[in-house]
């Protein structure tokens, strides 16, 4: 079977057209490659351009995003080598959310813990080809027990209100990736928006501001997603989280690659507080990572 190629990120960068405070995170992000070193893996849906970690840190410095989580992209399977290089390189700037699969085990995740991990992402959206299967979910929990990890969890939004109360029962925080990945055409009132604000609720519920242009029907500034982050801010500010989603993979039309300055100054729109938008860029991941 053929793979296709997507596209890559724009190759210049703009700045925001405000200044974002001093210390903010981009708590969503993927390091790629460069596949001589870091080879994709066999059964990826897609293949991306390398997106090396000095491309990224350029990206960042333009944008004036000082820290940041390198987040597992399925294209690197379950090798989470790519995201933890990028971590020993970066500085001290990044830590990284890796993948696990059956083989964790209890002192593998201490080695990557030490290495700079802080979170486990579970990416069960069918659109990438992933399924969730809890045994190994319950699994990698045993292994993680004690670390102080969150878990992460990407999926189609129309399985929110099936997931609704296994979420909320997860003995750790959680991360809802996309907005929860919702169909904005479907409006504010719609079930699965009902159970995300539902879920976000819970003070270890987590949402990331991230991927507006990935459920957006209007493209840039995406005003369609402005009254879901509203409603989001006014029930969890101190637990939603900005991420670029850089270098946006999955995309194969370039009228509709996000540019990451676009996305900051989307959430600009949607958190006109300076107050509000300090919190969900610099004081919420330090929360997130007991740092606070």
């Not at 960068?13 to 974002?20: A, C, F, V």
């Not at 409006?187 to 003070?203: D, K, M, V």
């Not at 900051?264 to 606070?292: E, M, T, Y």
Request: contains cysteine.
């Amino acid at each position: 079977m053929t793979i296709p190629h997507c596209l890559g990120p724009a190759v210049s960068n703009r700045p925001p057209s405000w200044t974002p405070p001093k210390g903010a995170w981009d708590t969503h992000f993927h390091v790629l490659g460069p596949q001589s070193r870091f080879p994709y893996a066999p059964d990826r849906k897609y293949s991306p351009p390398d997106a090396p970690l000095e491309v990224c840190m350029r990206m960042h410095d333009v944008l004036g995003i000082e820290r940041g989580f390198v987040v597992h992209a399925n294209t690197h399977g379950f090798d989470n080598t790519v995201d933890l290089d990028a971590v020993a390189n970066s500085g001290g700037r990044y830590l990284a959310v890796v993948r696990l699969d059956a083989t964790a085990t209890r002192d593998k995740c201490k080695v990557m813990h030490l290495a700079g991990a802080r979170g486990v992402r579970f990416a069960f959206n069918p659109q990438h080809g992933g399924s969730l299967d809890l045994a190994v979910f319950n699994h990698v929990m045993q292994c993680i027990e004690g670390l102080g990890w969150f878990v992460e969890l990407h999926f189609d939004g129309a399985a929110l209100p099936d997931l609704q109360s296994w979420i909320a029962k997860i003995p750790a925080p959680v991360v809802i990736d996309h907005f929860g990945r919702i169909d904005a055409g479907l409006g504010i009132n719609h079930q699965a928006f009902r159970a995300l604000s539902e879920l976000a609720a819970y003070q270890h519920v987590w949402i990331k501001l991230t991927g507006a242009d990935r459920i957006s029907q209007l493209g840039p500034p995406y005003a369609d997603i402005q009254p879901f982050a509203q409603r989001l801010v006014v029930i969890a500010a101190d637990r939603l989280l900005w991420g670029s989603d850089w270098p946006h993979t999955g995309y194969f039309d370039a009228d509709r690659m996000p540019q990451a300055g676009q996305l900051l100054d989307a959430l600009c729109a949607f958190v006109p507080q300076p107050h509000l938008r300090d919190r969900i860029l610099v004081d919420n991941p330090l929360r997130l990572i007991g740092n606070a």
